[in-house]
């Protein structure tokens, strides 16, 4: 825990404590954002936190997020873990990890080259190139919508997930996906329907990559083109005090590029992380407003407790506190704008080394997070290393 003392638990309702003496509330949702070969990285983020003795009651994901939410909501506590980890290894298995001379350029070039692979054969477990161009296929079919065929990932889901578990077992799952002909974005929820793997794959369909997936006669895309993180939809569907751990594969803030590769990197870290913080700063300011006002109501007068515009606006600000732990993958020096279809097996155990890293660091600063919940406050919090 972290080195100041945890204050003592008042009236609000903490479910239990876990490992580090971090309070829970009533619900704890994990968040997964899209981003490839950087889901690595939640990997790691899932692993400490199942080694804290942090239980998530709902998980949520986008694109290669909602994979492995997949893979977490269906199957049981104990295999978890060893089941991302024979996804993860076997997306990686292709590309081993050779020793690199030579510091950070050295270390970019074996990047590039390792994405340029992924581009040429595919990733084994998740899409294969197809044999005959887009260009030549037939209109309207599906080989004429994507460079690549994604049945490998179809596959990988059956074998790695118990479907009846997921939609059925104690964990919720959502996963996010863009209808292709109106371009409306939804959200696939095992509180509202049966999910299997159409659904994944619906959620990490990236154009012109991937093809869409059909669903009950509609097609649909990642739901990254729309929005990259399924934070709203949690906190939109609270119904008890929660804490999240919001996973962020790209970083709204990097320093300038300084080569062209750099200029790819960041118009995609802006492209997809702009909207997560966007989302993140406005549903806190909007909770914290309404918590002040919940405040001021308590002070009025008790004859005025039923006036009918007291009672509508305490009815339209009643809402459960919230707190959020923002855990961003930032992207070292050696990573270009191929970081995401980057799938070597160096470059996965780096990610989920920085994912387990960014846990401890959260945990060592967790005081300050232990304090919010105990007093029933709403906040965000970005308590790693920058």
């Given at each position: 825990?972290?080195?100041?003392t ?58 290669i ?14 295999k ?6 024979a ?11 050779f020793?690199?001379w ?67 077992g ?13 371009g ?12 299997d ?16 997936v ?6 649909w ?12 939809h949690v ?8 804490l999240i ?11 300038r590029p ?10 995609k870290e ?44 305490r009815h ?13 993958y ?41 304090r ?9 919090f970005?308590l790693?290393?920058?």
């Amino acid at each position: 825990m972290a080195d100041a003392t945890p204050p003592k638990p008042s009236a609000r309702r903490v479910k239990k404590l876990a490992a580090p003496g971090l309070p829970l509330p009533d619900q704890v949702a994990l968040v997964l954002q899209g981003g490839g070969a950087l889901g690595a990285y939640q990997l790691g983020i899932y692993e400490a936190l199942d080694e804290a003795g942090i239980e998530i009651d709902w998980i949520a994901g986008i694109s290669i997020g909602a994979a492995n939410a997949a893979i977490i909501a269906g199957n049981p506590p104990g295999k978890r873990v060893e089941r991302l980890h024979a996804f993860w290894n076997k997306m990686t298995g292709a590309l081993p990890a050779f020793p690199i001379w030579g510091g950070d350029w050295a270390r970019e070039v074996v990047h590039e080259l390792s994405a340029a692979t992924v581009a040429t054969f595919g990733v084994p477990g998740l899409f294969r190139p197809r044999l005959l161009s887009p260009f030549f296929a037939p209109d309207s079919s599906c080989e004429a919508l994507s460079f690549y065929d994604s049945a490998p990932l179809r596959e990988s889901l059956d074998a790695l997930v118990d479907w009846d578990l997921l939609n059925s077992g104690p964990m919720r799952l959502s996963v996010g996906a863009v209808e292709l002909e109106s371009g409306n974005f939804r959200y696939f929820d095992t509180r509202k329907e049966r999910i299997d793997a159409r659904h994944i794959m619906a959620s990490g369909a990236l154009p012109p990559g991937l093809p869409p997936v059909e669903i009950d006669g509609q097609l649909w895309w990642d739901g990254g083109i729309v929005s990259n993180t399924p934070l709203a939809h949690v906190v939109e569907h609270q119904d008890a005090d929660m804490l999240i751990f919001q996973v962020d594969l790209f970083s709204s803030s990097a320093e300038r590029p300084k080569t062209i590769t750099d200029v790819m990197a960041r118009a995609k870290e802006i492209q997809y992380s702009s909207r997560t913080r966007q989302i993140s700063d406005q549903l806190v300011k909007t909770r914290q407003e309404h918590q002040l006002v919940s405040k001021l109501l308590d002070r009025l007068p008790p004859e005025m407790a039923s006036d009918p515009d007291v009672v509508a606006l305490r009815h339209a600000t009643r809402e459960h506190a919230v707190n959020v732990v923002q855990l961003i993958y930032r992207a070292n020096a050696w990573e270009g704008g191929s970081r995401d279809y980057e799938f070597s097996a160096r470059t996965m155990h780096d990610h989920i080394a920085a994912g387990r890293a960014a846990i401890a660091a959260t945990m060592d600063k967790s005081a300050l997070l232990a304090r919010n919940i105990y007093d029933g406050e709403t906040a965000a919090f970005d308590l790693t290393v920058r």
